[in-house]
């Protein structure tokens, strides 16, 4: 059998439930590409047994489903095992393999930024910015935060796991230059850093304001508000 085990948001975050499948696997297996607050010795500690790391590759390349046909395996991930496309297409080849599978679902930063004071029913599509590299420089998420933002909608910003804040909001308005847009230059926004950690910070103020944001950190340009958002906000 595989178990998806969520870690949830922050390192003391895992469930119960989560903790007494863990302990049941043969063996553990942990991803560190989709997040990387967790230790791998500390969580040695709390399972009572190794622990072996593996990046995306490690992941995709289809020996954990393979694994968990003689046997109880358990992959570790950061937030809700769900979140990352990644990990339902391990679900799907368990299906397809005939390969018993359990979820343990865990908190994750697409219901932990709840603590922005802003309606999880009034966002439209999440986006990533990648940060840009020679002959690399993605642009079309912006037309995806424009939509949103005509539509009244939210919208989530993702950072790769060790962008900061500002250089998140760096790119973005380098883009929004190209455009010749407005969106950030002309609006506020929720900074998020190191969310569900004793280190948490949010900060809510013009976008060309954000403070640098220690990674972990995500970003949320808001939509239309209502008033109690307008209030929640205005207390951050």
Same mark, same amino acid.
């Given at each position: 059998? *595989?178990?998806?085990?969520?870690?949830?948001?922050?390192?003391?975050?895992?469930?119960?439930?989560?903790?007494?499948?863990? %302990?049941?696997?043969?063996? @553990?297996?942990?991803?560190? /590409?989709?997040?990387?607050?967790?230790?791998?010795?500390?969580?040695?500690?709390?399972?009572?047994?190794?622990?072996?790391?593996?990046?995306? %590759?490690?992941?995709?390349?289809?020996?954990?489903?393979?694994?968990?046909?003689?046997?109880?395996?358990?992959? *570790?991930?950061?937030?809700?095992?769900?979140?990352?496309?990644?990990?339902?297409?391990?679900?799907?080849?368990?299906?397809?393999?005939?390969?018993? /599978?359990?979820? !343990?679902?865990?908190?994750?930063? =697409?219901?932990?930024?709840?603590?922005?004071?802003?309606? *999880?029913?009034?966002? $439209?599509?999440?986006?990533? !910015?990648?940060?840009?590299? %020679?002959?690399?420089?993605?642009?079309?998420?912006?037309?995806?935060?424009?939509?949103?933002?005509?539509? $009244?909608?939210?919208?989530?910003?993702?950072?790769?796991?060790?962008?900061?804040?500002?250089? $998140?909001?760096?790119?973005?308005?380098?883009?929004?230059?190209? %455009?010749?847009?407005? =969106?950030?230059?002309?609006?506020?926004? !929720?900074?998020?850093?190191?969310?569900?950690?004793?280190?948490?910070?949010?900060?809510?103020?013009?976008? !060309?304001?954000?403070?640098?944001?220690?990674?972990?950190?995500? @970003?949320?340009?808001?939509?239309?508000?209502?008033?109690?958002?307008?209030?929640?906000?205005?207390?951050?």
């Amino acid at each position: 059998m *595989l178990w998806l085990i969520s870690l949830g948001i922050g390192e003391n975050s895992i469930s119960l439930e989560g903790l007494e499948a863990g %302990k049941t696997c043969q063996s @553990l297996y942990l991803e560190q /590409y989709t997040t990387s607050q967790f230790s791998r010795v500390e969580l040695e500690k709390v399972f009572g047994m190794n622990i072996q790391e593996l990046d995306r %590759k490690g992941v995709e390349e289809g020996s954990l489903v393979e694994e968990a046909k003689t046997k109880d395996i358990g992959l *570790l991930v950061g937030g809700d095992a769900l979140s990352a496309t990644t990990h339902l297409a391990l679900v799907l080849d368990c299906k397809k393999q005939n390969v018993p /599978y359990r979820i !343990v679902h865990g908190s994750s930063i =697409l219901t932990a930024i709840g603590e922005s004071g802003l309606s *999880l029913y009034k966002f $439209g599509e999440t986006i990533t !910015v990648p940060r840009p590299a %020679k002959g690399f420089k993605p642009s079309g998420f912006y037309e995806t935060i424009l939509k949103n933002h005509e539509n $009244g909608l939210h919208t989530l910003i993702l950072l790769e796991i060790d962008m900061p804040a500002r250089e $998140g909001l760096g790119i973005l308005l380098d883009i929004e230059k190209d %455009k010749s847009g407005e =969106l950030f230059k002309s609006n506020k926004i !929720v900074s998020l850093s190191k969310v569900g950690s004793e280190n948490q910070i949010i900060w809510y103020g013009p976008a !060309v304001k954000v403070p640098e944001g220690e990674p972990p950190a995500v @970003l949320i340009l808001p939509g239309r508000l209502n008033a109690f958002e307008i209030e929640f906000l205005e207390s951050i």
